[in-house]
């Protein structure tokens, strides 16, 4: 049972590009949630998607951010025109429908801005 | 308001028990979670707890938590340099949805 995939796994872009981050959650699973881990810190949660619907998004910074989580294909994560201090890692976490359930995250997705 | 602190920093020699310290404020906590993460990868989950229990043991992993005192505690019996790693407790609450709030981190260092 493959875990939660996270693509790209590095991602290097230059201050004013877009980025886009995808992740493929859990078999089974239809919760998705999206942290960031600026150097030397912990996470940070930014959004909680379901399937077509954004649940929780207080975490998201109001401008240049988007999440979305298609009826098919993998959730997306978008950054238009990013800038140094998005460099970070971005991880992806997945649960099941059902009850309180853990989340179990992707390896991240290293962003780099020149 | 939600808030988890950890200490930093945290050096066992192998073979010792390790003790990783987790203390949070949001009093409506419904469960904790231990996470690893190696350099360069994700995080993996340790163990978790539910606010009602006391202890949960699993293996070398014992997790205590003291509701009164909002702190939550990862030992590691015999420590190895497999352990080496940073190691968060985060919790969900009952008004937060499923979000996790992290700590900071602990940095756990084997020597040999």
């Known amino acids: 049972n493959a875990g939660v995939m996270q693509n790209p796994r590095h991602l290097v872009r230059r201050r004013g590009q877009e980025a886009r981050l995808r992740c493929s959650p859990m078999?089974?699973?239809?919760?998705v949630y999206w942290y960031r881990q600026l150097p030397e810190e912990g996470l940070k949660f930014m959004v909680y998607?379901?399937?077509?619907?954004?649940?929780?998004e207080s975490g998201m910074p109001k401008e240049r951010f988007s999440a979305e989580f298609p009826k098919e294909g993998p959730s997306i994560l978008r950054i238009q025109q990013v800038v140094r201090g998005d460099s970070a890692a971005y991880f992806c976490?997945?649960?099941?429908?059902?009850?309180?359930?853990?989340?179990?995250f992707g390896d991240g997705t290293r962003l780099s801005i020149l | 308001g939600e808030d988890v602190e950890q200490s930093l920093f945290l050096s066992v020699r192998e073979g010792d028990s390790s003790v990783i310290n987790c203390t949070y404020t949001d009093s409506s906590s419904t469960y904790l979670y231990w996470y690893k993460q190696e350099p360069g990868a994700g995080l993996q989950l340790l163990t978790y707890?539910?606010?009602?229990?006391d202890m949960k043991q699993d293996q070398r992993l014992t997790v205590l938590l003291n509701k009164k005192d909002k702190h939550l505690s990862l030992r590691i019996a015999d420590t190895q340099t497999g352990d080496s790693a940073i190691y968060f407790c985060?919790?969900?609450?009952?008004?937060?949805?499923?979000?996790?709030?992290f700590g900071t981190g602990t940095q756990l260092k084997v020597e040999l």
């Open positions: 078999k089974g699973h239809s919760h």
């Open positions: 985060a919790e969900s609450t009952a008004g937060g949805g499923n979000k996790l709030t």
């Open positions: 707890i539910f606010s009602n229990m």
């Open positions: 976490a997945s649960s099941p429908p059902t009850g309180n359930q853990p989340q179990h």
């Open positions: 998607l379901q399937k077509e619907n954004i649940i929780d």
